[in-house]
C-alpha cells in the first residue's frame, strides 16, 4: 500500500477492483465503513458478485481478464472529458517530458520489439535529454560520499535531465502520447472487451473520476484480481497511472493500496524472498551483467533521486551479512551473493526445473504448491521428480504426502521426504509487517508443543550444521556459508530473534549503536544493515534487546499529527512502526501544490506555511537540511515530488516495464475472444514454459471462462483452515459458482456434482447455482464465467476436495511471473452418477 | 445491572461469520471432525440452520436483480425478548431472564421437554437429543456479567455487532436508519424496540424485515399462555375436592335400605335400615 | 344372597391396569406441571418422572387398544352401556342427581339401566378426554414430526386435558370407589370380584338389575 488500513476511512470514493477486501481482509472494511459514514461511495469492480460487492454502492461485473480495456476507457473518458488533476499532473508527474521520436505504437506493438526473444529494446522509449549534469563528488557536493575511503571505486553517473514541455501540447510529450494512446479504448470498444454494459461502464468511470477534482480523494483496494494475470504488472501500472491522472498518490485517502494476501507477505517481500531481489527491493546481482560490486553500482544505481544512495544499502546488507571479512578489498563480499543467471527463477520456472531434473532438491517453508500452485498437477509431476524435499510446516500439508495426490504412482516415486513441524505464531515472537508496511512486534504466548520450533530456529540449526559440515569436509564455495556473520545467537547457542532485529535494523560497526535512519547508512563499510528500509523500527540504544521499548513494539494508540496545527487524519503515528522511517502516507510531498499549499487543508499531511513544513505525517522528501546546530528548512520550489524515480517525478509513462511503457489491453492466454484492440492476442513480452504451452487450450474446445477466488471462511491451500472443524464448519465443501443460465444449459442445478475439465486436469465440485455469476456479452457473444475457491486438497481428514489450481495455467507476467492463476478456460458437465 | 442489548446492523455486515466461529469457541461448542460428517449446504450459509452446538448464525438471502444481486445479510440467534415464549413455555422454570435481560436456559434445571423450541417465534431453542437439554445463546452472560463483551460482538471487525446499554443502542440503531433512508435505502428499518416487549437484540435491517427474512410483529398468541393452566387448574381441582367433600359430609351416616326383587311377581322389596 | 357378575375379569384387569397407569401418568405429570416441585426433586427424579410418564402412556394407550383387538364384544358392549338414547328416567335422574350429591341421600332417584345417564357423561367423557389427552401427548413427545404451531397447542390442551381429566377422575373415584356414603361398597366391582349384590344392584340400577334378576345367566346365588 502506498497509504495504509486507517487512512481508507479518508476516502471519498472508494474502488475495490480485483480484490474481495471483505472477504479476504475483513478488518478493511472497518475503515471502508468509517469512510461510507462520511458520505464516501464505494464501487466493486469484479466478475462475481462478492461479498464487498454486497456492501459496494455501486457494482460493475466485468469479464475477468479485461481489466485493461477497463483502465484505458478510463483513461480516455478522464482526458476527452478534462476530468485529471491538472495541477498535480503538471507538478507531480512526467506528463510534460518529451519522448524521444523512435517511441512509436503500432497494433499493439511498441518500438523496439523483438519477436523472437519476446521481448523490448526500452531505449527506444527514452526521453528527449535538455542536460546532462555529472554527480558532483566534490568535498562539498552532493556526491561526496562516493570518495570516502573504504567505498569501492566505480565510475561517478550522470543525472540526464529530460526536455520538458510545461505547457503539455508538444506531440511527443507523455501527456499528448498518452491521450492518444487511449483515445482508441472508446466506450463501446471497452463494453464489449469487459461485457460491462455501457451506461454503468459510464457511470462508473464518472463515479471514479469524480476524485480527480482538487481536494477529493479516491482509492483503488486491489489483490490478486488485478495481478494473477500474464499483464499483471500492467494493471498495477494502469492503476498507479489513473491514481496519478487523479491527483490520488500521496494523498490521505487516496493511494494504490494492495492488500497483501499474507499477514507477512508485505515482510517477506520486504527482506528479499522474490526471486529477483535482495532485502529492502536492491535487485538481485545478475551474473552476466554484475561481474563486480563497481558494475553492480554503476548499472543499478539511479542517476537522480532517493535511489543514488542505493550503494549504502547494499554495502551495508553486505557488512550485515558478511560482517568483519566484507573489505573493500574484496568487494564486501559481493561474489558470494547468489547471481542470477539472466533466467528467470519464479515459481514456475522452478517447477520446470524440477521436472527437467536440474533442480534435485526443495525446502518448503509453509507451502503448499501441491494444491496452491499454477498448474498443481504438474507441480506434484515434478516434484516426484526430486531426490529430497522437506516441508516445514504446522501441518501435513497436500504437498507433504504429494505422492499421495489422487493420480500419482505412488510406488514410482522415489523423494525422500522431510516434515519439519514449526511453531505457529503464537508459540514464536517476531515481527510482521502488514500491508500499510505496519511492522508489529508479536510475543510469544505459548510454547510449542512437541517437537514444534520456530522457523528461525530451524534454519539456524540447519545453518549451523551445514557450516560444520563444510568446515569439516570443504565443497563447492565454502566461503558463502562459512564466512557468514551469524551473531544471532543466545548464551545457549539458540536463535535470538531480537539480535537478528538489531542486524535488520542496522548500527555503526565500529560500536555497535543502533541506527535511527538509513539516512545514516554509509557505502564505506562503517555502517551494516540487513534491510534499510526498516531502519529505525528497532534502534533504541537503551533497551537494545526489548521490543517493547522499540518502535515495533510501540502501541500508542492516540491519532495525532508530528506537528501542532496540521490535522488529525488517522495516522496513529505512536502505534508500530511503518518503512520507511514510520511514514504512513508515501510521496506525500504531492498533497500539495509546488507551493506546499495542501490540495486539501482538511486532510494535510504536510503544508509549507512560509517559512518551515508543517508535517503530520513524516515528509517523503528532504523538508529540511540539518548542519550541526543549524536547521534550515527547504523551500518548496527545492522539494522533490517522488524521490524513487530517475525524473523525481511520478511516471505516466515508464520506460521500465517489460511490455511497454503504456499499459496495453491484451487477451488472457486463454481466452474466449480475440484481442478487439490489436491483432496483438496476447502479452508480446510473455514466454510461455514447455509445461504451459503443450496445456493451453482453445474457446472452440473449451469455451467456459473460469476465475478462482478466496473465502473468508478459509485460508490460502486450506492447510490451516481445513484443520480446524470449526472453520470447516463455515464452509464444508469444494464447490464452484455457476450462472443460472450456465446451470439451466447444462442441466444442473444447485447440489450436483459438475465435472470442470480442461487440458491440465479434470476436478469435480459441487454446484452452487447463483445469480452472482451472470452471462456476460463480449465481442458479440454470449460468455459464460464460473468462479470456484481454490482452498481445497486431498490433505486433511476434516474437509477434502476438488483442486482449483489443477485447472489453472503456469503462465506467468513478462516482468514478475506472477501466474495466471485468475482467467482461463475449461468445459463443464454435470457428473452422472 | 442496566437493560443491555447486541446491535445487529446488517449494512454494516460482511457476513464473514467471525461471529460465528467466537460463538463457537468461547462456549466450547464442537464441530464434526470428519469429512464424511459435513454435507454441502448449497449456499454461503454454513451451518444451515441453528443446532444444540450452533447458537449463532449469519442467514444469507439473495434477491437477484439485472446486475448483480441484493444479498441480505442476517445474524441468526436469539432475540432475547422481554416477553420470552421459551420462558412462558418452560414447564420447570429453568429458562429465565437476567437483570440486563438476556434469556438464559439453566442447564441444571433444563429436562429437555423442548416446550421452548415450540413456542420461539423465531426457532431459536435446539434440542439435543444425546444430552436430553436445550440449548440456545445465553448473550455471552458471563463475559456480560464480567463486563465484557459478549464474544460475537468482541470479534466483528466492521462494527456491524454492538453491545451495550439497550437505549443506547436503540439509539444508534435508530440514527442508522435514517442515514440508510437518506443514502436511498428506502426500505430500512429497525427492529426489536417494541416486538414482545422489546428485544435485546436490535437490528437495523437494510433492506426491510422482510428481506432480512424477519418476522414482522411477532406476538405471544394464547399458547403461550399455557402455564395460566396451572392456578386455573389448581383452582379447579380444590373446587372440586370441596365440593366432593361437602357432599361426603352431608351424606356422611347415610345408610340404605336392603333392596331385594322378586322376579316371579315382579315386586320390590325394600328393607329401611333402622336410624 | 344373590349376586350379578357385572364386570368379566377381563374388563376388571384393564381397569386395573389403566387405574395404575393413569394415576402415574398423573403424579409423574404434575411434577413436570408445577416448577417447584421439579426443583424439589431434583434433576434425576425428575428425568426419571418422565421415563415413567412415556412407559405408562405406551401402557395407557396400548391396553385399551389391545383390548378391543381381543375382545371386540366387549367394546361394543362398553360403547353401548355408556352411550345409549335417555329415556324419562335417565333424564329424571340427571335432574335430581346434584341434589342427591350434595344435599343429603333422602332423594329418591329413578330405576337405571345398566349404566346411569350420569355415569354415560362422566366416564364417556374420560373416555373422550384419555384420547385427547394420548394424541397431544404423542405430539409433545415426538414435536420434530410437528408444526410448531400444532406443538404449542399440544402443550396447552395437554395440560387443560390433565386438569379436566383430574377433575372427572376425583369425581369417579369419589362414587366409583364408594366414598360417597351412598355409593358404599362400590370398589370391588372394579377392584373386587365383579360382582354386585342383589340389593346394591337394585338400588344403583334398578331397571338393569330386574332384567338380570329375570334372565338369570349372570346371576350367583350363595
Request: glycine residues 8%; contains cysteine.
Amino acid at each position: 500500500m502506498t497509504n495504509h488500513w486507517t487512512d481508507l476511512q479518508n476516502s471519498d470514493v472508494i474502488m475495490i477492483n480485483g480484490s474481495n477486501a471483505a472477504e479476504n481482509h475483513p478488518i478493511s472494511m472497518k475503515w471502508v465503513q468509517v469512510a461510507k459514514d462520511r458520505g464516501a461511495k464505494v464501487m466493486v469492480v469484479d466478475p462475481r458478485f462478492s461479498r464487498s460487492a454486497a456492501l459496494a454502492d455501486m457494482y460493475v461485473p466485468i469479464r475477468t481478464g479485461s481489466d485493461m480495456a477497463y483502465y484505458g476507457g478510463l483513461f480516455n473518458h478522464i482526458f476527452a472529458n478534462k476530468l485529471y488533476h491538472e495541477d498535480y499532473v503538471k507538478t507531480h508527474t512526467n506528463a510534460s517530458y518529451i519522448v524521444k521520436s523512435t517511441y512509436t505504437f503500432d497494433d499493439g506493438i511498441f518500438s523496439g520489439y523483438d519477436a523472437e526473444k519476446k521481448s523490448y529494446d526500452a531505449k527506444q522509449w527514452a526521453y528527449e535529454v535538455a542536460e546532462e549534469v555529472p554527480w558532483d563528488t566534490s568535498a562539498t557536493g552532493a556526491y561526496a560520499w562516493v570518495n570516502k575511503p573504504g567505498t569501492p571505486a566505480f565510475t561517478p553517473l550522470v543525472n540526464k535531465k529530460a526536455k520538458k514541455d510545461p505547457t503539455l501540447q508538444d506531440p511527443n510529450c507523455v501527456f499528448q502520447l498518452m491521450k492518444k494512446h487511449y483515445e482508441r479504448y472508446t466506450p463501446e470498444v471497452v463494453s464489449q472487451i469487459t461485457g460491462i454494459p455501457q451506461d454503468l461502464l459510464i457511470e462508473s468511470y464518472d463515479l471514479y473520476a469524480s476524485t480527480g477534482e482538487p481536494g477529493k480523494a479516491g482509492v483503488i483496494m486491489y489483490a490478486m484480481g488485478q495481478t494473477q494475470h500474464s499483464y499483471g504488472s500492467q494493471n498495477c501500472r494502469a492503476m498507479s497511472v489513473l491514481q496519478l491522472l487523479l491527483g490520488n498518490i500521496g494523498i490521505a485517502g487516496g493511494g494504490v493500496d494492495a492488500l497483501r494476501g499474507e499477514s507477512n507477505v508485505q515482510g517477506s517481500t520486504d527482506m528479499g524472498l522474490l526471486f529477483g531481489n535482495l532485502p529492502g527491493y536492491l535487485n538481485l546481482p545478475n551474473a552476466s551483467a554484475h561481474k563486480n560490486l563497481a558494475e553492480y553500482i554503476e548499472k543499478e544505481t539511479q542517476y537522480a533521486g532517493w535511489w543514488t544512495n542505493r550503494p549504502k544499502y547494499l554495502i551495508s546488507m553486505l557488512k550485515e551479512w558478511y560482517g568483519d571479512y566484507a573489505t573493500v578489498e574484496n568487494d564486501y563480499a559481493f561474489d558470494m551473493v547468489p547471481k542470477f543467471s539472466g533466467k528467470p527463477h519464479s515459481h514456475i520456472h522452478m517447477f520446470q526445473e524440477m521436472e527437467t531434473g536440474s533442480i534435485e532438491g526443495l525446502m518448503l517453508w509453509g507451502q503448499n504448491p501441491a494444491v496452491g500452485g499454477p498448474n498443481c498437477g504438474q507441480e506434484r509431476r515434478a516434484m516426484a521428480k526430486l531426490k529430497w524435499m522437506v516441508a516445514v510446516d504446522l501441518w501435513e500439508t497436500e504437498t507433504a504426502i504429494f505422492w499421495k495426490a489422487p493420480g500419482a504412482d505412488t510406488a514410482a516415486i522415489e523423494t525422500e521426504v522431510f516434515m519439519l513441524p514449526a511453531a505457529c505464531h503464537y508459540e514464536k515472537q517476531g515481527e510482521v509487517a502488514n500491508s500499510g508496511r505496519w511492522i508489529q512486534w508479536r510475543y510469544k504466548a505459548v510454547e510449542p508443543p512437541g517437537e514444534c520450533k520456530d522457523d528461525a530456529e530451524i534454519i539456524s540449526e540447519i545453518y549451523l550444521k551445514l557450516k560444520e559440515l563444510y568446515e569439516a569436509e570443504g565443497g563447492a564455495n565454502p566461503e558463502q556459508l562459512t564466512k557468514l556473520s551469524w551473531d544471532y545467537l543466545d548464551a545457549d547457542g539458540h536463535i535470538d530473534i531480537t539480535k537478528i532485529a538489531k542486524g535488520v535494523n542496522g548500527y555503526t560497526v565500529a560500536d555497535g549503536k543502533a541506527l535511527a535512519s538509513f539516512g545514516n547508512l554509509q557505502a564505506d563499510g562503517s555502517t551494516a544493515c540487513g534491510c534499510w528500509i526498516y531502519t529505525g523500527y528497532f534502534a533504541n540504544n537503551d533497551a537494545p534487546s526489548d521490543p517493547t521499548q522499540q518502535k515495533t513494539g510501540a502501541r500508542d494508540n492516540t491519532d495525532k499529527p508530528l506537528d501542532e496545527g496540521m490535522p488529525v487524519v488517522g495516522s496513529y503515528l505512536g502505534w508500530s512502526f511503518a518503512w520507511p522511517l514510520n511514514r504512513r502516507v508515501i510521496y506525500n510531498r504531492c498533497s500539495c501544490d509546488a507551493t506546499g499549499k495542501p490540495y486539501n487543508e482538511e486532510k494535510a499531511l504536510v503544508k509549507w506555511n512560509g517559512t518551515k513544513w508543517l508535517r503530520g505525517d513524516v515528509p517523503d522528501f528532504g523538508f529540511q537540511v540539518v548542519a550541526g546546530d543549524v536547521t534550515t528548512p527547504t523551500p518548496p520550489e527545492k522539494t522533490l515530488s517522488f524521490m524513487m524515480t530517475n525524473e523525481t517525478v511520478a511516471r505516466l509513462f515508464a520506460s521500465g516495464m517489460k511490455e511497454g511503457p503504456f499499459p496495453e489491453h491484451y487477451e488472457p492466454f486463454e481466452s474466449p475472444v480475440q484481442n478487439q484492440l490489436s491483432s496483438q492476442q496476447t502479452n508480446p513480452a510473455v514466454s510461455v514454459v514447455a509445461s504451459a504451452a503443450e496445456t493451453m487450450g482453445t474457446a472452440d474446445e473449451f469455451p467456459i471462462v473460469m476465475t478462482t477466488f478466496r473465502l473468508t471462511e478459509h485460508w490460502q491451500t486450506g492447510g490451516l483452515t481445513r484443520n480446524l472443524p470449526w472453520l470447516v464448519e463455515t464452509m464444508p465443501k469444494m464447490f464452484v459458482e455457476i450462472s443460472k443460465e450456465l446451470a439451466e444449459e447444462n442441466g444442473i442445478v444447485s447440489g450436483d456434482n459438475v465435472v470442470i475439465e480442461n487440458k491440465r486436469g479434470v476436478i469435480t465440485a459441487y454446484a452452487m447455482v447463483t445469480g452472482r455469476v451472470k452471462p456476460m456479452e463480449v465481442g458479440g457473444k454470449t460468455v459464460h464465467q464460473i468462479a470456484a475457491p481454490w482452498h481445497w486438497g486431498y490433505g486433511s481428514t476434516c474437509s477434502i476436495g476438488g483442486m482449483a489450481n489443477d485447472l489453472t495455467p503456469n503462465v506467468g507476467d513478462a516482468n514478475t511471473h506472477i501466474p495466471e492463476y485468475k482467467s482461463f478456460l475449461v468445459k463443464i458437465r454435470k457428473q452422472e452418477v | 445491572m442496566a437493560e443491555t442489548a447486541i446491535l445487529y446492523d446488517s449494512s454494516k455486515c460482511t457476513a464473514c461469520k467471525g461471529c460465528q466461529v467466537a460463538c463457537k469457541q468461547w462456549n466450547q461448542l464442537p464441530s464434526p471432525l470428519t469429512n464424511d460428517e459435513y454435507t454441502y449446504t448449497e449456499s454461503f450459509q454454513a451451518p444451515l440452520d441453528l443446532a444444540p452446538n450452533t447458537w449463532l448464525i449469519i442467514n444469507f438471502r439473495e434477491e437477484d436483480k439485472e446486475i448483480g444481486i441484493d444479498w441480505n445479510f442476517m445474524r441468526n440467534s436469539c432475540f432475547h425478548c422481554t416477553e420470552a415464549a421459551c420462558e412462558m413455555a418452560c414447564p420447570v422454570g429453568a429458562i429465565s431472564h437476567k437483570d440486563n435481560g438476556a434469556v438464559v436456559i439453566d442447564q441444571e434445571k433444563c429436562i429437555g421437554c423442548r416446550y421452548c423450541v415450540a413456542a420461539c417465534p423465531f426457532s431459536v431453542p435446539r434440542w439435543d437429543e444425546a444430552k436430553n437439554k436445550t440449548f440456545k445463546c445465553w448473550q455471552c452472560f458471563d463475559r456480560t456479567s464480567a463486563e465484557r463483551q459478549p464474544s460475537c460482538v468482541s470479534t466483528c471487525p466492521t462494527g456491524a455487532l454492538e453491545y451495550g446499554d439497550r437505549a443506547d443502542m436503540l439509539g444508534i440503531a435508530r440514527e442508522r436508519v435514517d442515514q440508510l433512508k437518506a443514502a436511498g435505502y428506502d426500505k430500512a428499518e429497525m427492529y426489536g424496540e417494541k416486538e414482545l416487549g422489546g428485544l435485546h437484540t436490535i437490528v437495523v435491517a437494510q433492506r426491510g424485515l422482510e428481506a432480512h427474512g424477519l418476522i414482522r410483529d411477532p406476538k405471544i398468541g394464547i399458547t403461550d399462555f399455557w402455564q395460566f393452566l396451572k392456578p386455573l387448574g389448581g383452582l379447579g381441582i380444590a373446587a372440586t375436592t370441596a365440593g366432593l367433600g361437602f357432599s361426603y359430609l352431608m351424606a356422611l351416616g347415610y345408610k340404605r335400605g336392603e333392596y331385594s326383587y322378586d322376579e316371579k311377581t315382579d315386586t320390590l322389596n325394600v328393607k329401611e335400615v333402622e336410624k | 344372597m344373590r349376586y350379578i357378575q357385572r364386570h368379566s375379569a377381563f374388563a376388571r384387569g384393564l381397569h386395573w391396569i389403566h387405574t395404575i397407569a393413569c394415576l402415574s401418568l398423573f403424579a409423574t405429570g404434575l411434577i413436570l406441571f408445577i416448577p417447584s416441585v421439579a426443583a424439589a426433586v431434583g434433576m434425576a427424579t425428575v428425568q426419571g418422572a418422565r421415563m415413567v410418564h412415556r412407559v405408562m402412556a405406551v401402557i395407557f394407550i396400548v391396553a385399551p387398544i389391545a383390548a378391543i383387538i381381543i375382545s371386540p364384544k366387549g367394546f361394543v358392549h362398553l360403547w353401548k352401556s355408556l352411550f345409549f338414547k335417555w329415556d324419562a328416567d335417565d333424564k329424571e335422574f340427571m335432574a335430581k342427581f346434584f341434589p342427591y350429591l350434595f344435599f343429603g341421600a333422602k332423594q329418591h332417584m329413578p330405576p337405571q339401566k345398566i349404566n346411569k345417564s350420569g355415569q354415560g357423561v362422566a366416564d364417556g367423557a374420560l373416555i373422550f378426554l384419555s384420547i385427547a389427552i394420548s394424541i397431544t401427548g404423542v405430539i409433545i413427545w415426538f414435536p420434530e414430526l410437528f408444526s410448531a404451531g400444532i406443538v404449542r397447542w399440544s402443550i396447552m390442551l395437554h395440560s387443560g386435558l390433565m386438569v379436566l381429566i383430574g377433575v372427572f377422575m376425583l369425581a369417579h373415584i369419589y362414587l366409583g370407589a364408594g366414598i360417597f356414603q351412598p355409593y358404599r361398597g362400590s370398589g370391588k366391582l372394579m377392584f373386587g370380584d365383579g360382582r354386585v349384590s342383589e340389593s346394591d344392584a337394585l338400588y344403583h340400577w334398578g331397571t338393569w338389575a330386574k332384567e338380570e334378576l329375570k334372565k338369570g345367566d349372570n346371576v350367583i346365588a350363595e
